[in-house]
């Protein structure tokens, strides 16, 4: 299973990265946000590499953003694996995206805790990451889906009052069952 879930989860993540960056370009034509250079400032300071007062060299910019992604998007797809597929499985992971993100840039001094910014520029984050999210766990989903139910899933087909394709109901929802 890990080695499925190591090369499916880097072509899911990869894909997630391609659809976060379209809808990042399409955002800041609608805001007038310019480029953030973060990603680079990050790699340069994780690598050793030097560091500009200004603008970050832009194959730093996309080395760290496309490669993280990618990274990242082994985790999803090891969830995906294991039977933790669809929205619910992607909302989970969009926290995940986002604290891969803070740990790195605040353990490098690049960045500041979220807590701290300016609430337009923390939606905006939190929304692109929800949208790489997503677009990791469908294409990890549809790729796991392809080796049959995971072993969540088949425990969940085993155990009276739960759905296999979607795990445990939420108890509101299993109330009214």
């Known amino acids: 299973m890990l080695k499925r879930a190591v090369w499916q989860g880097l072509v899911a993540g990869m894909a997630g990265a391609v659809v ?34 200004g603008q970050q ?5 996309l080395a760290m953003h496309y490669g993280q992604g990618a990274l990242v998007g082994v985790l999803r797809s ?41 609430r337009p520029e923390l939606a905006i984050d939190v929304l692109h990451k929800s949208i790489y999210a997503f677009a990791t766990g469908a294409v990890a989903d549809v790729l796991a889906a392809r080796d049959g139910a995971g072993p969540g899933q088949r425990h969940a087909a085993l155990r009276p009052g739960r759905h296999a394709d979607v795990g445990p109901l939420p108890r509101a929802a299993a109330r009214r069952a």
């Open 78 to 118: 090891v969830m995906a694996q294991a039977g933790l597929r669809g929205p619910w499985a992607s909302t989970m992971f969009t926290a995940v995206r986002l604290t891969n993100d803070q740990i790195l840039e605040n353990a490098t001094g690049v960045g500041a805790p979220p807590l701290t910014w300016p």
């Open 20 to 53: 976060m960056t379209a809808a990042e370009k399409i955002e800041q034509r609608v805001t007038g946000r310019p480029d953030s250079y973060v990603p680079a400032q990050v790699l340069a300071r994780l690598t050793g590499l030097p560091e500009t007062s």
């Open 57 to 61: 060299p832009r194959w730093q910019n």
